[in-house]
């Protein structure tokens, strides 16, 4: 028996999981700045405003997931 190729439907991250760090404040690494998620485009990249600066900052969504969850914000 062959194993199968890389097909689209299992790649590792799927448009609904992309779409729900929609609201989301996440930390750059565990100890970064806090951001918050305000849209995914097109082209699956984030749009994120840094709360401490107001800076606007656009970034491959995927790499957002390994992000943690700001719990506090100092």
Do not use: H
């Not at 994120?48 to 970034?59: D, F, H, P």
């Not at 997931?65 to 100092?74: F, G, K, R, S, Y």
């Amino acid at each position: 028996m062959q194993a199968k190729g890389f097909q689209e439907e299992q790649a590792a991250y799927g448009t609904d999981e992309m779409q729900s760090l929609i609201g989301q404040v996440r930390r750059w690494g565990p100890a970064g700045p806090a951001y918050q998620v305000l849209k995914i485009d097109g082209d699956g990249n984030a749009v994120c405003e840094v709360i401490y600066s107001g800076e606007m900052v656009t970034c491959p969504a995927s790499e957002l997931l390994q992000d943690p969850i700001a719990e506090t914000l100092p």
